[in-house]
């Protein structure tokens, strides 16, 4: 009696699912399917409709057989409908993520200092004091969420350890046997000035943090003006002195459009005062701890803002880009206004690695 229930309940369900599945077909097909194929089809509905009120399971154990025949006539079977249909969701979820990309956020990896100590490019810090953590699996979780990874730089010849003799772009220059080994700042030393090297001996370790990897609101500018203080990301084409590099910048946006601007160290003077409507300005403006103030621009090609002399008048459709490291960007001071055709939209979060700087970007 139990079997017999058990057996009826299986093949209702079976029915319903074939209506279901028989509905589909025809509305899936119906513009290309044959028309008496089509009449086949809403035949075995009606006459498998009539099989379920009676609950007669041998009837309907032939009808389910009748109209899953005439189904498979009207939309024949695919070869390899499993990889097809796996094929058919990759297709859209990429469709949908570079859509995503494109007109809502667009992900932005910092690749310099510019911006220090409000978003990081590629640094390094001293080498963890436990020697166990480089080692595998931990190494690459602390990859994974930290963005650290065990790096050694290794001498490139045999020698005499002689320096630092100079510093440049963050790095200590040492000389081994007459050939220069840039070593960056915050990495640990394995040897002192004076050593005797051999080619390939490990000379410095630290640890390597990817530069911050954040998303850029595509979509805010289109309805909001952009504000000084936010941090713009802007196309480097139709900006003279940046035309050839077709790539994208990211600096904090300091003037707007109609604005003069002078640079009177430590400040940026926007319209003849220094500027009092952005907190992150302010603070880069006061030295808050991590901050040089506004200098103006030196070196070879500083045109703009290389002197405290010079007072520049924007257009009605450009803006004055400035990185937060002063001392160390090559920003709008050098190379003048940004024309509003190549903005992108704010930076909004740092969504990788886990660091202080992860979420929301001041």
């Not at 506004?294 to 007072?311: C, D, N, P, R």
């Not at 903005?343 to 979420?359: E, F, M, N, Q, T």
Request: aromatic share 8%; proline share 7%; net charge positive.
């Amino acid at each position: 009696m139990i079997a017999e229930y058990m057996r009826r309940r299986r093949v209702v369900k079976l029915c319903r699912e074939w209506l279901q599945h028989s509905r589909l077909c025809r509305k899936m097909r119906a513009d290309i399917a044959h028309p008496d194929s089509l009449h086949e089809l809403v035949e075995a509905e009606k006459r498998l409709q009539g099989a379920l009120r009676t609950r007669d399971v041998p009837r309907m154990e032939r009808e389910c057989g009748i109209i899953q025949r005439t189904a498979v006539a009207v939309m024949p079977r695919r070869s390899f409908p499993g990889l097809r249909e796996n094929v058919e969701v990759i297709a859209v979820a990429l469709a949908v993520a570079m859509a995503f990309r494109c007109y809502i956020l667009q992900p932005f990896k910092i690749p310099t200092g510019s911006m220090q100590p409000t978003l990081y490019g590629i640094h390094y810090v001293p080498d963890v004091e436990d020697a166990r953590l480089n080692g595998k699996p931990w190494c690459y979780l602390r990859w994974l969420l930290f963005g650290q990874w065990h790096t050694e730089i290794k001498a490139e010849t045999s020698g005499r350890v002689r320096g630092p003799l100079f510093e440049h772009a963050g790095h200590l220059v040492y000389d081994i046997g007459g050939l220069a080994h840039p070593i960056p700042r915050e990495m640990t030393m394995r040897v002192d000035a004076e050593d005797e090297v051999i080619r390939g001996q490990v000379i410095a370790c630290g640890m390597r943090i990817s530069g911050d990897h954040l998303f850029v609101n595509r979509v805010k500018w289109n309805f909001i003006r952009p504000r000084r203080g936010e941090i713009m990301v802007f196309r480097t084409e139709n900006i003279p002195a940046l035309d050839d590099k077709k790539t994208h910048y990211i600096k904090r946006m300091c003037a707007l459009p109609g604005d003069s601007v002078q640079i009177m160290p430590p400040n940026i003077l926007v319209n003849g005062k220094p500027v009092e409507d952005a907190p992150m300005i302010q603070a880069i403006q006061n030295r808050m701890p991590g901050y040089n103030g506004y200098i103006t621009a030196e070196g070879v090609g500083a045109e703009y803002l290389a002197a405290t002399s010079q007072v520049r008048q924007l257009g009605p459709r450009q803006y004055l880009a400035c990185g937060d490291n002063t001392r160390n960007s090559f920003d709008g001071r050098y190379w003048g206004p940004v024309p509003e055709q190549n903005l992108v939209g704010p930076a909004a979060i740092v969504y990788w690695p886990i660091s202080k700087r992860w979420g929301l970007i001041r």
